[in-house]
């Protein structure tokens, strides 16, 4: 079993509750089960043979949006987030996957995206001359949840490329970096789908990876580099990072008022993982007239709405709701107008709960309203 490489985290963490009131799952459900202790408990019964995966244990497996908010509060270095992806793949190799895992698996293998949305319409929202080129010096990689159910955002994108004279590209046959797949369990087909579309991103000659979606530059950064993939020395970019260069080379000149206050979700793989958090408040703070404030919970203590690999939103709809509510609640006490992410998956799973107080926008939305 893979748990057996995680026993020191599942050993201390069923004995710890010093995690249980920032667990972003345990805090919405108020189950003692969605707490990092929870989880401790069930894989150490598994881990020594006292139990094994039984329908209700692989539904409280897959009742974490492995925001990793746990994982930083922690000053023993246990890593919750790793033990429960090592038991989804336990799951999957015993086939054991629950319906819905297994409906969201072949969806991506069929189709390249989790919604099971046809590849042919992957862009239809986008317009305009050059956008598929099979040269370029910048690959802009959307992902699935910007292509299919955030358009704006690419579209807000393609805005800047354009303004900045940038020499850019998007892949025609673009499909998922494969990081949904690893997050369900299934690391084999994971790596397949990677290989295909490292592949595909190596043909374009790029010099630098620009995507928009936190996931998949945790995919193209991390991941890749783990499976042995290489990306040919391509720079990966956020676009938080690439917009925040733009403007710093002069490339950019923003002279339309923005939003009059904004406050900034960071989030898991951008904030917490990779330490990226000045580049986003570098953006905004160059446009005039935008007073950027601060949530309480911020930086790498910031609130999750369930973004790694989409995937959340898909399995828990109503608990991706609860969380998404907690961190609407938390940016609106800053009484900024605008809640600006960095993610689309993010976007999208706000974009669930209703209210009323707060325009939710991308940082790239944001600065192509000014341009």
């Not at 089960?33 to 409280?60: E, M, N």
């Not at 033990?83 to 293998?109: M, N, W």
């Not at 002069?250 to 960071?266: F, K, N």
Request: charged share 20%; net charge neutral.
């Amino acid at each position: 079993m893979l748990i057996t490489d995680h026993a020191a985290t599942i050993e201390a963490c069923r004995f710890c509750f010093m995690c249980r009131h920032v667990c972003t799952l345990g805090v919405a459900s108020g189950k003692e089960s969605d707490t990092p202790r929870g989880k401790g408990l069930i894989l150490f019964k598994i881990l020594k043979g006292h139990a094994d995966y039984g329908a209700d244990l692989v539904d409280t497996l897959y009742r974490c949006c492995l925001c990793g908010l746990c994982e930083t509060w922690c000053k023993a270095g246990c890593r919750p987030p790793a033990a429960v992806l090592a038991a989804r793949a336990d799951i999957v190799a015993q086939g054991k996957a629950p319906e819905q895992v297994r409906q969201i698996k072949e969806r991506l293998v069929q189709t390249g995206n989790p919604f099971g949305l046809p590849p042919g319409e992957r862009f239809q929202a986008l317009e305009g001359p050059n956008v598929f080129r099979e040269r370029a010096e910048v690959l802009y990689y959307a992902g699935c949840d910007t292509a299919y159910r955030q358009p704006r955002i690419a579209q807000a994108l393609l805005k800047i490329f354009r303004a900045a004279e940038a020499d850019f590209t998007l892949l025609a046959g673009e499909r998922s970096t494969g990081k949904p797949l690893s997050l369900l369990g299934y690391p084999a087909e994971a790596r397949a789908m990677a290989e295909d579309l490292a592949g595909q991103i190596r043909a374009t000659r790029c010099r630098t990876l620009v995507t928009g979606c936190p996931s998949s530059f945790d995919a193209f950064t991390r991941d890749y580099p783990a499976m042995g993939l290489d990306l040919g020395g391509i720079e990966v970019l956020h676009a938080a990072q690439y917009l925040d260069r733009l403007l710093a080379e002069g490339r950019l000149a923003p002279l339309l008022s923005a939003a009059t206050s904004a406050t900034l979700l960071d989030g898991t793989y951008l904030g917490r993982t990779h330490g990226i958090f000045d580049p986003p408040r570098r953006v905004l703070g160059k446009l005039a007239g935008l007073d950027l404030r601060e949530m309480t919970w911020t930086r790498e203590l910031a609130y999750s709405a369930g973004e790694p690999g989409g995937v959340f939103q898909l399995l828990q709809p109503e608990l991706s709701r609860q969380v998404a509510a907690r961190v609407l609640e938390e940016a609106a006490k800053t009484g900024a107008a605008v809640l600006a992410t960095t993610c689309p998956a993010t976007k999208t799973a706000l974009a669930e709960v209703e209210q009323a107080s707060l325009e939710v926008l991308d940082v790239a939305e944001i600065l192509a309203q000014t341009l």
